[in-house]
């Protein structure tokens, strides 16, 4: 079992990532957990260096997924690590 590297803070999501998780059968845990164990899911290597680097010195970390149909969502991790937050890109 993987240990999480980081706190989440408090976890929230927005309407429409929401909406599009249930619409794929998927749930909101399956990525919240993927995303503190350091999947960081659909970047690119530069992003994951990034994400890399802010785990050491204290900045936001990002993560993107694919969901079954589709759709990509985003989970942001605060700097602070006082808010971890699902949402659709175009939320943003």
């Not at 985003?74 to 699902?86: G, N």
Request: hydrophobic letters at 35%; charged letters at 25%.
């Amino acid at each position: 079992m993987s240990v999480a590297r980081f706190s989440l803070g408090q976890v929230v999501a927005t309407p429409g990532s929401l909406i599009a998780l249930s619409e794929a059968g998927q749930t909101p845990q399956e990525f919240v957990r993927r995303h503190q164990m350091g999947d960081w899911g659909d970047l690119d290597d530069e992003d994951r260096q990034e994400n890399e680097r802010s785990l050491k010195i204290g900045c936001r970390l990002l993560s993107a997924y694919h969901l079954r149909d589709g759709t990509k969502i985003w989970i942001i991790t605060e700097a602070d690590r006082s808010a971890t937050t699902l949402l659709l890109p175009s939320e943003y």
